[in-house]
């Protein structure tokens, strides 16, 4: 009532977001958000890093178009100019991440697997585990990741699938690392 709209959209929508995994609905109690254990999370990168390495040795094997070309270097360069400032502000965490993001999806449209891109879908509905979401946020990390992307589109130019696998199932999976160094429970056992 207060934002003006019927049960039916309300409805549909919720209906939406338990089928993407996001909410668990429980008849005649309602919905609930998702918690998704630590183990859930690191199983999410273990695979999406799998994912993500056979994407980058398709889009290698396949070659990118030269919108794809565009896209993954015009991201290069925003990535590059951010870095310049020898320094990151709270507000580059998302320039940062929309450079992610263009990265990443421009290696998933240059895969040419439409399964490929539902099966990584699935494993960005695990929040964390997504390329959308940036986690570890000091510099020198995420100048590395940045490094990891042009060396992995400099594997995709030179059609080494095998070496664009490697450096994308690592890039991944250094996040994943990051993320696992973050958690309190982490941090208590070392």
Do not use: W
């Not at 668990?24 to 999406?48: C, T």
């Not at 998302?94 to 449209?109: E, F, P, Q, R, W």
């Not at 695990?126 to 590395?144: G, K, L, M």
């Amino acid at each position: 009532e207060r934002l003006g709209v019927s049960r039916t959209p309300i409805r549909a929508a919720l209906q939406a977001l338990a089928g993407e995994g996001l909410l668990v609905h429980n008849p005649n109690r309602g919905y609930h958000v998702r918690e998704y254990s630590v183990d859930d999370i690191v199983q999410a990168y273990e695979i999406r890093a799998s994912l993500e390495g056979l994407a980058a040795k398709r889009a290698a094997q396949l070659g990118m178009d030269e919108a794809e070309r565009a896209i993954m270097e015009q991201a290069l360069r925003d990535g590059d100019a951010l870095f310049e400032k020898g320094m990151l502000t709270p507000e580059d965490r998302s320039v940062y991440g929309a450079i992610n993001d263009a990265v990443h999806s421009a290696v998933h449209a240059a895969s040419k697997s439409r399964m490929l891109k539902d099966l990584l879908r699935m494993t960005h509905q695990i929040a964390p585990s997504s390329h959308r979401n940036v986690i570890a946020f000091d510099f020198n990390d995420v100048r590395r990741r940045h490094d990891d992307h042009h060396r992995i589109y400099e594997a995709i130019l030179c059609r080494d699938g095998g070496r664009a696998e490697m450096i994308m199932r690592d890039h991944v999976e250094s996040v994943k690392v990051q993320l696992i160094r973050q958690l309190p429970t982490a941090r208590s056992k070392t």
